[in-house]
Structures are given as C-alpha cells and as structure tokens.
T-cell receptor
Framework: DAEITQSPRHKITETGRQVTLACHQT?????MFWYRQDLGHGLRLIHYSYGVQDTNKGEVSDGYSVSRSNTEDLPLTLESAASSQTSVYFC?????????????FGEGSRLTVL | SQKIEQNSEALNIQEGKTATLTCNYT??????LQWYRQDPGRGPVFLLLIRENEKEKRKERLKVTFDTTLKQSLFHITASQPADSATYLCALSISGGYNKLIFGAGTRLAVHP
C-alpha cells in the first residue's frame, strides 16, 4: 500500500544544531507540504512543493528550508535549531489530479530543542 | 488578518446523540473547506470536503454544512459512538496556490458510553 513516512518520530537536540526531518511518500504525489502543530494553534504551513525542484515558503518559514530533488522526498531542515522550534512536525502530500484536494499526512515527528 | 475559530473546549456527549462542531472564519473567501479527524499521536485523516457553492455534504453518519454568508461550517456526527472520540480539524483553502490550506486548532470530541 502507498504511504507517507516520517523519520525520526522523536528527536531531542540542542540549540544551534542543524536538524533534518525526513519525509518519504510512495503515493507518487506532486504536492508535498510541511506543517508544524503546537498546542492552541492549528497546523501552520512551513514550506511546500508542487514538484521536483519547486519549493515555496509558507506562513512560518523562517529558520526552515526544504529541497525537492525527487518526487518521493521532501526533507525539512532546521538550519540552527531554536527552542521556539520545539513542536510536532507533520508532512503531507496530495495528488494534483484528485478533485477533493485531500491531504495525506504522515504520523508526525516530535522535535524537542533544549 | 485571516482567522479560523473552532471551539477550544472539549465537547462531551452521550453515545447515540448527534455531535455538532463549529468552524467560523473571518477575512476569507475560501473555494472549499475540509474536515479532518486527528487521534492522539497520529496525523490528521481527511473526512470530507465541501465547496463554496455547496450547502451540505453527507458521508455515512457525517454531515457538513457551509454557509459563506455567515462564514461558518457545521460538522455533524449522528448516532455518535465512543470510537468517534477524537479531535476534529477544519481547514480552508487559501489563494495563492493549489491545495494550500489553513487549519483551525481543532475541537476535541469525547463520546461517553
């Protein structure tokens, strides 16, 4: 079955370290998204991509970067982790062809920055 | 600024009753609205989409309404079951890109036997 997987599921790091969260989908979807989820806030869009070599900033992109070198993967990099980036991160993908526009989410990566 | 509001307080109901969750928004004219279910420690799962020109959409025990004048969507679960206990998120499409969504913070539903 097609799926979307995130790794690691849990990570603890220190302030100032570079961290990369992996996202891999086997749906062959063109669209991929990274969100963060914090208590009291909805999912907030960090970065998104509509295809290989395409990346775009979301509403909370400062301190994050992504790259899209193939259809399956959209890794999220925190260049220099800050305590404010402690959060649960969700990757999602969607099919350009579907008329529902539904997002398929991974199980999340919980990041703690000490 | 654009804003989505969902009841932050948990909704507690008795099994068999209808649960009604509210999603209000301001400063938007979304082309469509979606509802997702999220269980603790899991990613959200898509439930329903309703477009701006649709008043109501149904799927099994679920019903969604969309009032673009009131800027409100209502999400109903009829004949609720304890297995329906979860957090429900509404999401609105925003302009400037395909599939770009803005999410509410969600409402936690607890269905008691």
């Amino acid at each position: 079955d097609a799926e979307i997987t995130q790794s690691p599921r849990h990570k603890i790091t220190e302030t100032g370290r570079q961290v990369t969260l992996a996202c891999h989908q086997t749906w062959n979807h063109n669209n991929m998204f990274w969100y963060r989820q914090d208590l009291g806030h909805g999912l907030r869009l960090i970065h998104y991509s509509y295809g290989v070599q395409d990346t775009n900033k979301g509403e909370v992109s400062d301190g994050y970067s992504v790259s899209r070198s193939n259809t399956e993967d959209l890794p999220l990099t925190l260049e220099s982790a800050a305590s404010s980036q402690t959060s649960v991160y969700f990757c999602a993908s969607s099919d350009l062809q579907t008329n529902t526009g539904e997002l398929f989410f991974g199980e999340g990566s919980r990041l703690t920055v000490l | 600024s654009q804003k989505i509001e969902q009841n932050s307080e948990a909704l507690n109901i008795q099994e068999g009753k209808t649960a009604t969750l509210t999603c209000n928004y301001t400063n938007y004219s979304p082309a469509y609205l979606q509802w997702y279910r999220q269980d603790p420690g899991r990613g959200p799962v898509f439930l329903l989409l309703i477009r701006e020109n649709e008043k109501e959409k149904r799927k099994e025990r679920l019903k969604v309404t969309f009032d673009t004048t009131l800027k409100q969507s209502l999400f109903h679960i009829t004949a609720s079951q304890p297995a329906d206990s979860a957090t429900y998120l509404c999401a609105l499409s925003i302009s400037g890109g395909y599939n770009k969504l803005i999410f509410g913070a969600g409402t936690r539903l607890a269905v008691h036997p």
